[in-house]
Structure formats: C-alpha cells, structure tokens
C-alpha cells in the first residue's frame, strides 16, 4: 500500500501498525499473547470494562522509577562539582494525593501553584515544609495559607509580592524563605504559548530590576532571601536556553552576594518528553550534567562559589507514565484535494469518546500525539488516520495523524501515549462531558486515583436542579 501524502514529512507509514514504539509508552506496557495492550499487567479491556472511558491511566511503576532517576541524575551531576541539587516535582503536570506522595517517596519536594494544588498536598500529607509555592498572581488568601501552614519556599514573582508575603509572614510570627522569579530574557526553542521568559511576558521581574528587588526582600525582616529562580518555558529540546539562562543569573547572582548570602539557584524546569516517532529530546542524565557542567564553568570565571541547584521538572516524570484509553464510536473516511498536482487522498477519521474536554493540548497549541489499537491486534494494512473527539468543535483533535489498520472500527479501544502531564490538569466539561477516572496500575492490579465524575456531580452545582422524571439518581451515582 501507498503512502498517503496528507501524512506530514515525519511520521513514515509503520512496517506494523501494532508495534508500541518504546519511547512513547510506559516501562510495562507490551502486547499479550492475544495482541491486546496492557500496562502494569492490566489489559485494555478489562480497565475499560471496570473503569469506563475515556480513561487515563498512569503506570506507577513507570512514574516512580523516573521520579527516582531524575533526582539521582540531578544530585550525582552537582555533586561531581561539589555542590548539592534539590528536585521539586512540578505538580501543574499531574496532581493527585496518591501522585504527591509517590513524588516524596522518591525524594522528591513539590512545586504547586495555587491554592488547590497547596491543599491538594496537604490533604496528601506532604511536609509543608517540602513544598514551593508558585504564581505570577497569588491572592492574599493563597499567600496567607502558604506561610500559615508552614510552605518552605514562596517564589515571588513581582515588586508587589515582596510586601504582600513579608507582612503575612510578620503576622505569623514567621521567617519566610524566598526566591525571586527572573524574567531572563531567554527564547526558549519552544511554541509561543510554552516559552515563559521572553520579554513580552507576565512571569517574573526583569533581570535589570532583580538588584533592587532583592534590596526590597533584604529590607524585611520577616524574609529571607534564598536565590534567584528562572523557568524559560515547556516541552524543550534544546538544552542551549537553559545554559544561557544560567549564565545570565549567575552574573546577577555574583552581584548580589556584595550584599550578603545567597544560598541556591533555581532553574526551574521545562524539559520536554517524547509524543510522536522521531521526537528526540535528551536524556535526563545528559540534561543535569550539562547543566552542572555549565554552572561550574560560569562560577569559576566569575570566582564565586557554587550555589545549591534547585529544579522543577514535571512533565518527564509523569508524562511518559500516561496513558490515555478511549473507545471507537464511528469512522469516515473523507476525500482531501491535493494543492500540488490537483490529485486526491484520502484521511480516514476515527472518532472516540472523549477529545479536547480530556486532552485540551493539540486544540490549545497543535500538539501531536500517536495512537495505537488497544482492546486487540491487526494483520489489515494500515490506513492514515486522524482521531478525532466528540466535542462541537472542529478542532477536536486528539491525534493529528497516525498510522492504525484499516479494519478499526466501532467498539474498537484505542490508547493514546504519553498523556500522563497536562492532560487530567487541563480537564473540562466543555459539552457537559464528565471528566475521566485517573486510575493506577501496578503488578497485576488497578486502583482509582480519581473516581471519573457523574452527571450528577455536574448538576449538583446548578442551582436549578432539581430531581425530576427524566433524572436517574442511581444511574448517575458515583462509582
């Protein structure tokens, strides 16, 4: 069978369509003897027969093992250059009581921010004292609950924060730790909606006034100053933005310890995964030893110690670790003219039961994903599809384009890899769909992490509800 010339220059028509392409998916996920998916030696079918879909599923053991490795890749780099590291797991990416506490078990603290992301923890028991606290516009309540629970850092990220927390802390009776955000001017190779340091930009104070900035913070006595923090953005390749981020704070680093100590850098996260054939992004390993290659470097031609380091990665640890199941509703295969020489082709859509309520990414900035028969194995020749959701949108894609065989039909379980970060987080209930179960596999076994939510829970917050004959309540209890 011919290639299909809708399919971008990336994606090579697979040799077989129901090969699980090692990158993309978790440590445990393999093929059974019948062909059927399974992960953490749970099959496709029998999670969506226990769980319903869509349904995200994280392997555990895949999520544990890279919160493990990333901390040990981190600390041994800086250690090799006689300094320390500290990895604050970026909870934005995936966050559940069940997630935090696998996160400290690994030696991991926790970056949250919001106020649900902090109650969240400690309703999880996380040490408050673990925890980071983020935002580019925290309320007086968050920053009050933050330093009144005991928060070992607060990120300041404006002028406006450094009264805002230094009064909190003074009526707590506390001494508050903190770091200043740098905008640090840094284009990160990135799309325009995951770079957070270029000028044009809500997050964090620019380099030129991070002296004054950190006068302000030294003036308050309920403060103390730890360092400087830097995130240049998400899903990054390139290691270059963060070494030249590095250096651009340490330059400001070396200024400021005229004026007393400053203990860390943070140079927050950001470090991007693998979602489609061909993506190639370093290894975690590489990432942290060229980091503390960089830092040692910069601090020996400035003649200043070595700081602590401080990072924030969250995608990489759960990312991986995701996978999302959803079953077939209905194929249509739809005839597309060729601009360049007036010929045809055909794209098969696959439609499921989900889409952009349960993976907003590829409608908010065309993230692609890939797919793969689940509930079953295909010796069909393989069709170019594109899986698409059911929402009234014709942005509702969950998968741009990816290769299935051509016999995929109704009934059918598809998966969709890496969707462990930022897919539960930007969840919503755009066409009142309810949101999916967040379920763990481990050795054989599931257990929900999140229960999936009913139609009831939806219309409970209508004030206007109210049981009548076309309301069920049995049929819409929780599971």
């Known amino acids: 069978m011919l290639d299909n010339a809708l399919a971008p220059p990336w994606l090579i028509r697979p040799g077989d369509a129901n090969a699980l392409d090692s ?18 030696g749970v099959a496709a079918s029998r999670l969506a027969a226990d769980h319903g879909t869509p349904l995200y599923i994280v392997d555990e053991t895949d ?5 493990a490795r990333t901390r040990e890749a981190f600390v041994s780099a800086f250690a090799a250059h006689g300094s320390s590291a500290t990895v604050y797991y970026a909870s934005k990416a995936l966050l559940t009581t069940e997630v935090a506490r696998w996160m400290v078990e690994a030696g991991l603290r926790l970056d949250v921010a919001s106020g649900g992301e902090l109650a969240v923890a400690l309703a999880a028991g ?19 609950r933050a ?16 009264e805002r927390v230094a009064d909190a802390a003074q009526r707590h009776d506390r001494t508050q730790a903190v770091r200043l955000r740098i905008n640090s001017g ?11 340091a270029r000028e044009d930009q809500k997050f964090g104070v620019p380099l030129a006034d991070a002296l004054a900035a950190v006068t302000a913070i030294r003036a308050r006595p309920s403060l103390r100053f730890l360092g400087l923090h830097s995130h240049i953005g998400s899903q990054i390749f390139v290691v270059d933005g963060f070494l030249e981020a590095a250096r651009r704070l340490l330059a400001v680093h070396a200024e400021l310890l005229a004026g007393g100590d400053v203990p860390e850098l943070n140079l927050g996260g950001g470090f991007g995964i693998a979602y489609v054939v061909g993506d190639a992004p370093p290894a975690i390993e590489d990432i942290a030893t060229g980091l503390a290659e960089a830092v040692a470097e910069v601090c020996r ?38 601009d360049d020489d007036g010929g045809n082709a055909v794209r098969r859509y696959v439609s499921v039961d989900g889409g952009m309520s ?31 959701g059911k929402h009234c949108e014709s942005g509702d894609i969950v998968v741009h384009a990816d290769w299935l065989p051509g016999d995929v039909g109704a009934g059918d379980l598809v998966a969709v890899p890496a969707t462990g970060a ?58």
């Open 126 to 144: 996380v040490d408050p004292a673990l925890l980071g606290l983020h935002g580019n516009n925290k309320s007086l309540a968050e920053i009050d």
């Open 301 to 338: 031609e400035l003649s200043i110690p070595m700081p602590a380091i401080a990072v924030e990665p969250g995608r990489t640890i759960v990312g991986p670790a995701g996978v999302t199941l959803y079953e077939v509703g209905t194929t249509k295969d739809v005839v597309v003219a060729l």
């Open 422 to 479: 930022y897919c539960f987080s930007l969840a919503s209930n755009y066409n009142y769909l309810t949101r999916p179960a967040v379920v763990a596999v481990r050795d054989g076994t599931a257990r929900t992490l999140v229960r999936r939510e009913t139609e009831h829970d939806l219309l409970r917050r209508d004030t206007g509800y109210e049981l009548n004959d076309f309301v069920d309540p049995a049929r819409w209890s929780s599971e």
């Open 186 to 196: 840094v284009h990160a190779h990135t799309h325009e909606y995951l770079a957070t």
């Open 23 to 40: 990158p993309l998916w978790p440590a445990t996920a393999r093929r059974t003897s019948s062909g059927e998916l399974e992960i953490g």
């Open 358 to 388: 349960d993976n907003a990414r590829p409608a908010l900035y065309g993230a692609d994903y890939s797919v793969r028969l689940a509930s079953r194995s295909s010796t069909v020749d393989p069709v170019l599809v594109r899986l698409a």
């Open 63 to 67: 999520a544990r093992a890279r919160a």
């Open 147 to 162: 330093v009144a629970a005991g928060v070992g850092t607060i990120v300041l990220d404006s002028l406006e924060e450094v």
